[in-house]
Every structure is written in structure tokens, then in C-alpha cells.
């Protein structure tokens, strides 16, 4: 079945880096693009940045800008979320989610990794 | 703050009806179609619920609905179902400078 399987829970300090892994199977990976979406304890959804599995291209969130960096693995048919000078702020789930049309960059979210818990702490 | 507004919280009994507004703007909700909903039950990943404004993909039930009407899109959840008590989000594409996706802040449903 189509699924994506995310890496496990991470704990880091202030100013450290994390990278995030999100394993797609079930259907064509480079056929559909990828977004990361996260979501603070509490709080709403919040939309990070799109890649292209097929071509690697990528586009961030202005506010994630010289932060992120997303990249893929055709290989292994793997999308990862990079995230440097971590911050308390960063504290959240961090999602994996597939754009449920072949080939379209924006539309909706029909597949969902099953999220990747950050903490950010001293 | 989020780029669309929901209500914080909405609530029903069984069997009635209710409806959740997402208003945004004519650069996302207005202008494009590419509006869509997610149900999100506590500690697991957003589920779509409706996609283009008013698409249900397979398996959600029929009792969901959306629409939209100038710069608001709605969802409306017929014959409310103890499970459907959850958090909602609506989502549309933009043509505002990045983020190109936003959300709505998210309403808490409330099966009374």
C-alpha cells in the first residue's frame, strides 16, 4: 500500500542541526512532489517547503530561508528534511506529505508520513 | 496568525449538522481552487478529508462536503458521528511570496 515512513524521534540542543528521513513505497516516488509540514505542540499546521523527487528542485518557505534544506535519494526512494540553529521555537512534529495528483506541485495532501517529534532543549 | 481564519471551536449533538468556515483572500482561497480539508484526531497525522474545494477522495464519507463562495470555503459535516469529534484544517495554495501553501489556524470540533 502507499505509505510514508518516517525516521524516529530526535532530541537536540540549541544550535545543533537535525535531518529528517521519510521513506515513500507503494507507488511511483518520483511520479508525485513531497511537502514538510510541521506542527508545535498546541498549535496549527505549518507549511515548510516542496521538492521535486523526480529533478531534486526545491522551493522553502521564506521564513525557513538559509534553514532548510531538503533533498532526495532515488536510490532508496527518500526525502529528507534538514533543519540548522535549532531553536526552542523548533520544537514540533515535522510531516512528510505527498501531493495526491501525478506530476502537480501544489494541490492537496492525500498521503501523510506519520510525523517525526523534534525537541529542542538545553 | 494564520493566513486563514476558522473558528477556534465549533460544536453538535449526534445526528445534527454543522459547518466550518475558512476565510482567506482572492491571492488563495478566492483565486484558486486548490482548497482542501484535514481531520486530525489527537496525536496522529492530518487525514484529507476534501480536496479542490469539493472532492472527497475515496473512503471518506459522504456526510463531508465543502464549498466555496468568494474568499470563504466551508466544510459541512452532516449526521455528526462521535468520531468525527477532531481537529480541522483547511489548506489552499497561494500566489502570495512563499509560504505558496497556507492553513487555517485549525477549528476543535466538539461532539456534544
Known amino acids: 500500500q502507499v505509505q510514508l515512513v518516517q525516521s524516529g524521534a530526535e532530541v537536540k540542543k540549541p544550535g545543533a542541526s537535525v535531518k529528517v528521513s521519510c521513506k515513500a513505497s507503494g507507488y511511483t516516488f518520483t511520479s508525485y512532489y513531497m511537502h514538510w509540514v510541521r506542527q508545535a505542540p498546541g498549535q496549527g499546521l505549518e507549511w515548510m517547503g516542496i521538492i521535486n523527487p523526480s529533478g531534486g528542485s526545491t522551493s522553502y518557505a521564506q521564513k525557513f530561508q538559509g534553514r532548510v534544506t531538503m533533498t532526495r535519494d532515488t536510490s532508496t526512494s527518500t526525502v529528507y528534511m534538514e533543519l540548522s540553529s535549532l531553536r526552542s521555537e523548533d520544537t514540533a512534529v515535522y510531516y512528510c506529505?505527498?501531493?495526491?495528483?501525478?506530476?502537480?506541485?501544489?494541490?492537496?495532501?492525500?498521503?501523510w508520513g506519520q510525523g517525526t517529534m523534534v525537541t529542542v532543549s538545553s | 496568525q494564520s493566513a486563514l481564519t476558522q473558528p477556534a471551536s465549533v460544536s453538535g449533538s449526534p445526528g445534527q449538522s454543522i459547518t466550518i468556515s475558512c476565510t482567506g483572500t482572492s491571492s488563495d482561497v478566492g483565486g484558486y481552487n486548490y482548497v482542501s480539508w484535514y481531520q486530525q484526531h489527537p496525536g496522529k497525522a492530518p487525514k484529507l478529508m476534501i480536496y479542490e474545494v469539493s472532492n472527497r477522495p475515496s473512503g471518506v464519507s459522504n456526510r463531508f462536503s465543502g464549498s466555496k463562495s468568494g474568499n470563504t470555503a466551508s466544510l459541512t459535516i452532516s449526521g455528526l458521528q462521535a468520531e468525527d469529534e477532531a481537529d480541522y484544517y483547511c489548506s489552499s495554495y497561494t500566489s502570495s511570496s512563499t509560504p505558496n501553501v497556507v492553513f487555517g489556524g485549525g477549528t476543535k470540533l466538539t461532539v456534544l
Open positions: 506529505a505527498r501531493v495526491g495528483r501525478r506530476e502537480v506541485e501544489y494541490d492537496a495532501f492525500d498521503i
